[in-house]
């Protein structure tokens, strides 16, 4: 819902939009203690890998004062080569977690978290790739795909190519098929306009957005597309189902594969003025944030930045009483969510 790691992060474990104006609300020691749905996975044993130190954005902090049974493995915890600022590689990242899961009690459930991080500058290629080729490409090709450079390009295939190689090895033992896989994204980038996308990608900078939502478990799960708008609030409700958990649901998210008609909150300070607002399939609202005015939009338009909120007077009063209250509600979870 906010372009930042570390706000996606929070959005994830509590189910709330991080809306803290000044710091992410990961950083404020005053709302630290937050209910999460992950906690009531009981009988599992709980993994937080990163390829890095956990202090950053004092993530250490979130995750194990809320979840006390999670175990944090970061960069001190491996004996892996340091690629960049980021730590270890994905691919070496990936393997850590393959050897956890491959040599645990096959009999206990698990949930994990692996956050990757290759694919952010400075786009590090390391040695030890298990194969990697990095291709060329012309800049012009490269920004009709969207990239913003070359780099920028082998790094996310070098991130792809790590992800392949990791379900490389889990379909070698046993949790493979026992396991639900959920890959996605925390955020986006404002690169340049890729041609395969819509036309509200760039124009109203939602690329920053949208992102990949990938669940894969062919044992339990099978292929559709699933169309319905959702936000990162909806992931661990979706998991959760899938898993069979019994659960509280006390987050603004929900299963996504049980609704019909999903939304997404978004806080896009990617175009000016900067704005929060909610969007559906055809429509997006924009409530400027230093309160002067707002905008509607057709992201079904050939024109989606054009403003015609006096041709829909009625949308726009349904979506801004939700976005209203999505906003003020997720102003007073933060502080009244805790455990």
Known sequence: PWVSTSRSVFTMVTGIPDLSRNKTSSRNPLIRDQYSIISEFVNHDKYYLIGGSASWANIRSLITYNLKDMKLIELDDY????????????????????????????????????QTAGNHRPYS????????EIKDKNEEDLRKAGFSSLTQYNAMRLLDHSIGKFFEMARSVDYFEHTIFVLFGDHGNADPKADHMPADDYALRLRSYNVPLII????????????????????????????????????LGRDILKIKDGIAFVVNKKIAPSSYGILDGKNYLRIFRNESGMEFHDLQSSDPAQDIKSEKEREVITFEEMTLGIYETAKYMLYHNQK
Request: charged share 20%; aromatic share 10%; with cysteine.
């Open 79 to 114: 004996d892996r080569p340091r690629v960049d600022v980021w730590g270890i590689s994905d691919l070496n990242l990936l393997r850590e977690a393959h050897n956890i899961f491959a040599e645990r009690d096959p009999k206990k459930p698990f949930f994990a978290v692996v």
């Open 125 to 132: 290629i390391p040695d030890d790739n298990a194969g990697f």
């Open 216 to 251: 894969y478990s062919p044992g339990f799960i099978q292929q559709k597309h699933v169309k319905t708008v959702c936000g990162l609030p909806d992931l661990i409700p979706t998991i959760a189902s899938l898993s069979g958990v019994s659960y509280t649901n006390r987050t």
